[in-house]
């Protein structure tokens, strides 16, 4: 097999995006099987928490950000608000545009029927990191949270 051009190989051993993808699609994987039996998504967790976070705001400002492209933000919203657990003004339906989004006292409550799956996430999640991983990931996360979201 002939080996890869330097750039090739400058990418693929180097490369952030690839491997933050790769993380992120192995670190949501635990999440979504753990809540499972919630019939919730960490997606969809993570539009709810923002929401019950940041409180009424636009559709686009949870998507700016959790940092999703505007029709991922739809398609997660739309089983939040038939479900009850969010609410929006002027959503009625299919074709009807959402203008604030809030979470619901019954969206309160699917969050905190979901904390024992969320908590052996975790577990899971900063087990595969490791110690120093996980305390990467917050300092990370942490700074992107304080520059995107409004103080709350």
């Given at each position: 097999?002939?080996?890869?051009?330097?750039?090739?190989?400058?990418?693929?051993?180097g490369c952030l995006a690839v491997r933050v993808r790769m993380l992120g699609r192995a670190i949501s994987a635990i999440?979504?099987?753990?809540?499972?039996d919630k019939e919730l998504t960490v997606a969809q967790m993570n539009v709810?928490?923002?929401a019950g976070k940041i409180g009424p705001c636009p559709p686009g400002e949870i998507g700016r950000i959790l940092q999703m492209e505007r029709s991922?933000?739809?398609?997660n919203l739309r089983p939040l608000l038939e479900q009850g657990w969010l609410e929006a003004d002027g959503w009625h339906g299919e074709g009807e545009r959402v203008r604030t989004v809030r979470l619901t006292e019954r969206g309160r409550?699917?969050?905190?029927?979901?904390?024992?799956?969320?908590?052996?996430?975790?577990?899971e999640a900063a087990a595969l990191l490791?110690?120093?991983?996980?305390?990467?990931?917050r300092t990370l996360g942490d700074r992107l949270w304080r520059e995107l979201?409004?103080?709350s």
């Open positions: 097999m002939p080996s890869a051009p330097d750039h090739i190989d400058e990418i693929a051993g999440y979504d099987r753990a809540l499972a709810l928490v923002t991922t933000v739809s398609r409550r699917k969050l905190a029927s979901a904390l024992p799956g969320w908590r052996r996430a975790q577990a490791g110690t120093s991983g996980t305390n990467a990931v979201a409004p103080a």
